[in-house]
């Protein structure tokens, strides 16, 4: 065979890989709450699209849900998430600091404090609302129902809790030891502590268990309509402004040769596309443009905010959930 034959052939062979590499489609696994599997199934597509016009390359989102607090540890234990998009900060400052994935100013990365969209938390009844369930006080009678997921697996139960601490502490006028026995009468009246929000959906909606579900607006409306006339949404004179946080797992995208790609994602659940399918989904988007356009009715509540109300994250986590804390007291009693 001629020499320069067999160079050319040479080159071909040795240019085949890299050629095959060029091709294969990119891969990034978001690692996400309960609730949002609808959300993010109406994304993923709509960012691979955006993605091949952009850089002309395909891409797959994966997804992993779970209950927030359970997703942030298997993060931190390995599970090699490119982009982590979950129900609270605090998860995620937990994947910072326990697993080092991520800069500790994650938070500051992106608009809004890497909150895309926000929620709250409702009730949800049944027709006719039998037991008649208006408020948090409600829900402390004898003989109602509740379903809800637990605080120490679910970022939206968190959120729950609060609401009804911070509901009752207004009421009580701060006194905590009036508060803490409302708040443990609420627990109380649990019949079903699902780990995460959408097993609480599940366990109202399909199961048929309970008289009010309590959680995520989003839940709320995707079952309402999902049985149109069967439930009613009650908004609660007070509930907490819920801000779900995202951000890119900086470690596990740069070995994963993903981090551009990852970026992007985020990015685009910013954008006004994205942020009109957040809407439609029953989350509250944070472009004012968007959000004064959604077709989603969102009512208006007293919100309370975990800053202002509970001095941030890291010291409503050190006081209800951590181990021993007033989450923990209040289940010893029920």
């Known amino acids: 065979m001629p020499k320069r034959l067999a160079a050319c052939l040479l080159a071909l062979i040795c240019l085949a890989p890299l050629g095959a590499r060029a091709d294969k489609p990119v891969t990034i696994l978001n690692v996400s709450y309960d609730p949002t599997r609808e959300l993010y199934a109406a994304i993923n597509p709509a960012f691979a699209a955006y993605w091949k016009k952009r850089a002309h390359e395909d891409v797959t989102v994966n997804q ?3 209950g927030s607090g359970a997703q942030a540890r298997a993060v931190i234990d390995g599970l090699e998430a490119d982009v982590v998009t979950l129900a609270l900060a605090y998860d995620i400052d937990a994947i910072s600091q326990k697993a080092h994935l991520l800069p500790a100013n994650w938070e500051t990365l992106h608009p809004h404090d890497s909150s895309p969209y926000t929620s709250t938390i409702v009730f949800l009844v049944r027709k006719g609302n039998p037991k008649h369930v208006r408020d948090w006080n409600d829900l402390v009678k004898p ?5 809800a997921p637990n605080p120490k697996t679910s970022g939206g139960a968190r959120w729950i809790f609060l609401s009804a601490w911070g509901y009752a502490s207004k009421r009580d006028h701060y006194d905590e030891a009036k508060t803490r026995d409302f708040v443990s009468r609420f627990y109380k009246n649990v019949v079903v502590l699902d780990t995460g929000s959408r097993g609480a959906t599940t366990s109202f909606g399909e199961r048929g268990l309970g008289d009010v579900l309590v959680g995520w607006e989003n839940e709320a409306i995707l079952l309402a309509r999902s049985k149109p006339g069967q ?5 609660p004179s007070i509930s907490i402004l819920a801000e779900p946080s995202v951000a890119v797992v900086t470690e596990n995208a740069r070995k994963h040769g993903t981090e551009d790609v990852a970026n992007a994602y985020i990015d ?5 596309q994205a942020q009109r399918i957040e809407c439609e989904n029953g989350y509250r988007p944070t472009n004012t443009a968007v959000y004064g356009t959604c077709k989603t009715h969102f009512p208006a509540a007293d919100l309370l905010t975990i800053d202002r109300d509970f001095g941030g994250w890291k010291s409503a986590q050190q006081k209800f959930f951590s181990d021993g804390g007033v989450f923990d007291q209040i289940s010893e009693s029920r």
């Not at 003989?143 to 379903?147: A, E, F, L, Y």
């Not at 439930?231 to 908004?235: I, P, S």
Request: charged share 0%; aromatic share 16%.
């Open 64 to 66: 992993s849900h779970g």
């Open 143 to 147: 003989g109602v129902g509740v379903i």
């Open 231 to 235: 439930y009613q949404v009650v908004v």
């Open 268 to 272: 685009f659940l910013y954008t006004p």
